[in-house]
Structure formats: C-alpha cells, structure tokens
C-alpha cells in the first residue's frame, strides 16, 4: 500500500472515530436513513411515527409510510434521518451522491449503481464505485461539486458531523444522514433504503443473508462458555482503539469475544498501561497497514511495543488481521466481518 492510500485510509478512520465519538457527545439524535428526491420534493412536512417492526434502537430509521416488507412503494414515502429531519419523496430518487462508503457499498448491493452520479473519495468498493465523480472526504464534502452534482439525495454517514449537515441544507443539498451503531440498525437502513428506493426484493435479500451469517456464528458459538470467551483487544488504526455502543464492539461481542475496552466509551486512544494490565489473549488489526512511528507493520510495531511483550495474545503470536474496509464500514458486508472475526477467535468452532 502507498503511503499516499495507506495515510488516506487512516484519515478515513480517525475521521469515523473523532467524528463518531463527537456525536455521541453532542446532543441525543435518533439516527436512521433518509434521502431526499427531487429538489422541489425536499423538506415536505408529514407526520412523524415510529417503526412498525425491527426496532432496533439508536441507529434506527423512522419511517412514516407504508410498512417495510411492502413489495412496491407506494408514493410520497415519509422518513427520518439520523438528525432527527423528516423528508417526504414524490418517487423514488434517480440521481443519487454518496459521500459515505458503507452507504456506497449498499447502493451498489441494492441494484442501483447506475443511479449513483457521485461519491466520496474514500467510496472503493466495488470496483465500479471508483469510476464515479469524486465528491471530496467523508469529513468535508466538496461543496461545488456536490451543488453541481444535482442530486436528488446526498447519502451521508457517522463522519459528516451534524454542523457540516446543515451547512450544506443550507446550499440546498439534500443531505440525508445515517448513523448505525448495531448490525440490526445496518439492516434495518437497507431494508428502508429498499422502501425509499423501491428496491425491497433486493433489500429484503440482503438482509436475510446477513441475518443468515449471524446466526452460524451464534450457533456455532451457542456452547461457549463465560471463562472460555477470548479477552480481545483491537486497534484498527495505528494507535486508536474502540469501546462500547459502536459497531466494532458489537462485532467482538456476537464473534464471543470480550473487548477488553468495553469498560470504556466510543473510539479513543490506546492507553498502553490499560492495554497491558487487561492483557489480552487475542490482538486484531487491519491488514497490510504499515505504523507510521516505526515505519514497520503494525502487528510487528505491536509485538515491538515496550512492556508489550508479557501480554498473552503477543506471548502466544495470537494476531488476526481483518480486512481494513470490512472492519471499518457498517454496511452490507458487516456479517462478512463478523465471520472473519469468530473464525479468529475460535477457529475451532467456527468454519
């Protein structure tokens, strides 16, 4: 990996973690999904409601039209985003950015790539998605380009803080803000993107192959006991490691492990003391990225480390690196990085 890429992806990282633990600080919003069609169909009024089915907490969308499961859409379909802001679509978005990748990723697994007129530099996968006009980071969208873009929604997700949100409503881009905390939030947001997009048959695939993905790993995991269950400590960016309430954490748990920083809150630094002290029997890391301050691997610059050397999971060479794009985005490939993780912890059990 370049330099370049390599320091990219980091930014890309650290902006989800800074930015994440951000909104968590700030004021309670209920996240979810929402878009927003033509410009003349954006910021309707309708009424608001909850989610018939698949309450799913934070993360979740609200929507206000017909039930999810419905095979066809039925039009002007009402939802709320992850601010709180309730949007009403005449019809389906045709032009559609986003400068989120997990939410790239979702759009091409729902069949709508050729829909997709913009997207974020970070946004790599699938391949397709690289062909797309740039639109700038997921921190800081270019604004002229996404003005010029037109979009009938701009998708954004947990690193596009609230205030930048607003910013740009305020230039009319119709920005709709997802902010999943859970796999079921990320289910449940494909299953809403299925609705506002009439995409439901796909969607509703989807969500029944990661539903599908879980549960071999809970049942293959089902005899674990408590004292069996693996201390994990994971840093998925050299230096910064991730606690209760986000994704990550929630992966570590359903793979049967302890995160050893679920004591704590959100994305945050390493404390190497603490790191020590909880000692670890199982270290994960991103693939192939290179530290910085060492200029060496980073599982290599982890074994390295001063005092590091005590800890069992180092002692034992226990290091499981995961796929950098699948351990950092919420989306379609979540389960896909449940599994790896499980296959980690307990290769034994899990296949």
Avoid: H
């Amino acid at each position: 990996m370049s330099k370049f890429k390599r320091n990219k992806w980091m930014i890309g990282l650290l902006g989800l973690a800074l930015l994440g633990s951000a909104a968590g600080c700030g004021g309670n919003t209920t996240p979810g999904t929402s878009v927003s069609p033509n410009a003349g169909d954006i910021n309707k009024e309708g009424q608001t409601g909850q989610v018939g089915q698949g309450q799913v907490g934070q993360g979740q969308t609200t929507p206000t039209s017909p039930a999810i499961g419905s095979k066809s859409t039925v039009y002007p379909y009402k939802v709320k985003d992850a601010t709180g802001k309730e949007f009403s679509f005449d019809k389906a978005p045709v032009r559609i950015v986003s400068v989120s990748p997990s939410e790239t990723e979702a759009l091409f697994a729902l069949g709508l790539g050729d829909r997709v007129v913009g997207v974020s530099d970070f946004c790599d996968y699938p391949a397709e998605a690289t062909s797309k006009p740039k639109m700038g980071s997921i921190v800081k969208p270019n604004e002229e380009s996404l003005i010029a873009a037109n979009a009938d929604i701009v998708l954004s997700g947990v690193s596009l803080k609230v205030p930048a949100v607003e910013q740009l409503r305020g230039l009319k881009v119709n920005v709709f803000k997802v902010e999943p905390k859970t796999m079921d939030d990320v289910m449940n947001n494909l299953l809403m993107f299925g609705q506002l997009f009439d995409k439901q048959g796909q969607a509703e695939a989807l969500v029944a192959s990661m539903k599908e993905s879980r549960l071999k790993v809970t049942d293959a995991l089902k005899d674990l006991k408590p004292e069996q269950k693996k201390r994990v400590f994971i840093e998925f960016s050299p230096g910064w490691t991730v606690g209760k309430g986000e994704f990550i954490d929630e992966l570590i748990t359903l793979a049967g492990g302890i995160n050893v920083a679920s004591d704590t809150q959100g994305y945050m630094a390493i404390n190497e003391e603490k790191v020590i002290a909880d000692n670890p029997q199982v270290i994960l890391y991103p693939n192939n990225l290179i530290d910085d301050k060492s200029n060496k691997m980073l599982d290599q610059a982890i074994k390295e480390r001063s005092g590091w050397g005590g800890i069992e999971a180092v002692k034992t060479n226990r290091f499981v690196g995961l796929d950098k794009n699948l351990m950092s985005r919420p989306g379609p490939r979540m389960a896909d990085s449940l599994v790896d993780i499980a296959k980690g912890l307990y290769p034994e059990l899990v296949k």
